[in-house]
């Protein structure tokens, strides 16, 4: 009785996964809880394991496919009895003593999932392999070895040249003649990444990838949001002067202290609390006909990985000094990356900041997360001539922006808040030495 994977159930309201990469491939033994395929929903990337050990026996779900919560993707049988390939001790001696690849042909031929991929590619028709698994099941290996002997003994009408392209489109297959030959389970294609298609001028081919689960949800919540909200977006500048040279004078000894570095986006977060305090509105959100506001401070840190953009949460961020602030930014960042941030990490959130001057973005007007009522875009830092008690000198500086909803925020709530982020990263030592 083989072992099914199902796809898990995710997160809430999430009720479809896209199947990622498959870590083994068919015909692979498994370990009990080993980690067979990347899973990705709408909000994260997650490792699949295997329910139990054996060997991957048949993949039912591709990369790029999707599948619903509770879908079988995959089959693990058991090892004892999908890997073997010895002669059954019941077979007949004229059996035994046969070569796999050239026995009488059987029309009731039961063939492995892994060995149909095999015959599938070669172009053998299963009834032409005898197995030598237990009952006359016709193994990988068997497989294998028939594909090898292939040009001697099976007459191919219409091979495949080694020639072809790979971003080709395939040759349609043509019906199987006899359909009660056909294996049981059709042998799945090659997953291609993406799809290129031709529109008949060299040159001028067209990429077709499928929208990720994480993507196509970024792109309704981000529509979602200009359809529900008010928004609007005041800006202003901040000098970095203070922040720089701070950082400069403490970033040897907090790096040795605490095993990373110091940061601008733990002062911008400590700033935004400090902001949020005097302006609740922006730390609340519209709940029907309700205000609700919130006594607590959930910061969510906007970081690209390699799925897309992610908003990860720093939970009571008020609670927490500067290092404790940049671990974990540093952790969220480097599992970003590789897709493996969980989904309630994603959940909820009070207030977003958004750093794309990482990327060397001058100006932009962020999107708010909803049901959220702000979100703070950070920009790159540029060294730009400033008026300073009456003289003209260069300092770094950075522009912010704040895009709020206008429902429950007015301009003046707004520019208050932005106001007090740029005095208090202009003079950070108090907030420094404070947490």
Known sequence: MPFELRVPPVGESITEVQIGEWLKQEGQSVRKDENLVLIESEKATLELPSPGAGVLASILKRRGEMARVGDVIGLIQ???????????????PATATAEPSVATPSAAAVVMPAAQRVLAEAGIPAPAVQGTGPSGRVTKEDALKAAAAKPAQFSLTAPTPPSTPISAAPAPVAPLANPAAAPTTPAPASPPAAVTASVGVPGREEEVVPMSPLRRTVARRLVEAQASMAMLTTFNEVDMSAAMALRKQYQEAFTAR???KLG????FVKAVIEALKDVPQLNAEVRDQTIVYRRYYDI???IGGGKGLVVPVLRNAERLG???????IAEFAGRAKDGRIKPEELAGGTFTLSNGGIYGSLLSTPIINPPQS???????????AVVVEGQIVVRPMMYVALTYDHRIVDGREAVTFLKRVKEIIEAPARMLIEA
Do not use: N
């Not at 601008?264 to 002062?267: I, K, L, V």
């Not at 500067?322 to 671990?327: D, L, R, S, T």
């Open 78 to 92: 058991e090892a004892s009895v999908s890997d073997v390939s010895a002669p059954s001790t019941a077979a007949s």
């Open 258 to 260: 605490h095993g990373v």
């Open 264 to 267: 601008f986006m733990s002062m």
């Open 322 to 328: 500067f290092a404790a602030i940049e671990q974990a």
């Open 300 to 302: 969510g840190v906007a």
């Open 374 to 384: 702000g979100i703070l875009g950070m920009h790159t830092i540029q060294d730009r």
